[in-house]
């Protein structure tokens, strides 16, 4: 990667309503009479490690997007809860107890202590940075899109989607919406669908031309449909004014969750460190070696932009 590589920017954080989450499994909250400034969220005492390990589970709040965080089975499944299952034990917490919400309403509850983490995959911006502390990255996926099997307009990335007068599908919220726009595809191009299967289902009616997400989660999506008539194309790295954007996700804290923030990261860099056992965990889901993130690629320059 260059230095002008800018990594981590999947959705921005929108203003959804608390009242969207759907509880699968009630935790107990935390009793506490600290705030932060400003939020009134719960201010860390740096304890939370420790009362997590002695309470035995740890209260994570995901949004059903696969593969990063869903239902499978009513198990917890995707990339984020296997990868922070495996961390969590590691630090002497047995249980995840999964809440269910928007994913725009995920920042607010963990500020609100619906939960201790968000286990979504959420990209590292510094939008997001300025409310929440996040992990180390942990993975990297660039973007892709979905188009009609035989890719019958050609299309290969945005700027081709712009030449060719496409229409293309983002989900709501995402920021594939300001990759295609700085493509200089339309606004009126733009179409917002607000799941996954809602694009491929776009796709297939003849609705939009292009269906614009991450190489991770379109794989995905064609594996969950297989026999429809789609295929994705080779990924490919937006420029947003010169910059070119790779998406990064890391679990997401409080901001006066240090402790745990810190000793989160020390079981990850022994996850992404080790190729082999990063795709021995995740590969089920679609992440492969391309997916582990460089140990150059750090949240602090994510979070500085």
């Not at 490919?236 to 745990?260: I, K, M, S, W």
Request: proline share 5%; charged share 20%; aromatic share 6%.
């Amino acid at each position: 990667m260059t230095d002008s590589a800018s990594f981590g920017r999947r959705r921005f954080l929108t203003g959804a309503s608390l009242a969207a989450g759907l509880a699968l499994t009630a935790g107990p909250l935390t009793a506490c009479t600290r705030t932060q400034a400003g939020t009134g969220a719960p201010r860390d005492d740096g304890g939370l490690l420790a009362r997590l390990r002695d309470q035995g589970f740890v209260r994570v709040g995901f949004a059903g997007e696969a593969p990063y965080g869903f239902q499978d089975g009513g198990e917890l499944a995707g990339e984020a809860p296997t990868l922070h299952r495996e961390i969590f034990t590691a630090l002497g917490v047995r249980e995840l107890r999964p809440t269910l919400t928007e994913f725009g309403a995920l920042i607010p509850g963990l500020l609100a202590d619906r939960f201790d983490v968000v286990s979504a995959g959420m990209s590292i911006t510094p939008e997001r940075c300025a409310k929440v502390l996040f992990s180390e990255p942990e993975f990297v996926s660039p973007t892709a899109l979905m188009v009609l099997a035989g890719n019958p307009k050609g299309l290969s990335d945005l700027k081709s989607c712009a030449a060719a007068g496409a229409t293309v599908g983002v989900l709501t919220a995402a920021v594939e919406a300001s990759y295609a726009r700085a493509a200089g595809v339309p606004d009126g191009s733009v179409k917002t669908l607000a799941r996954q299967q809602d694009g491929l289902d776009a796709l297939l009616a003849g609705r939009v031309d292009a269906f614009a997400l991450t190489a991770i989660s379109l794989r995905w999506l064609a594996r969950t449909n297989r026999g429809a008539a789609v295929q994705v194309a080779e990924p490919f790295v937006p420029v947003v004014d010169g910059v070119r954007q790779l998406g990064a996700g890391g679990a997401v804290f409080r901001q006066g969750a240090t402790d745990l923030r810190d000793a989160f990261n020390r079981e990850l860099a022994g996850i992404t460190g080790a190729p082999d056992r990063f795709v021995g965990l995740l590969g089920r889901y679609g992440f492969t070696a391309r997916e582990v993130p460089p140990r150059s690629l750090r949240t602090a320059d994510l979070c500085a932009g």
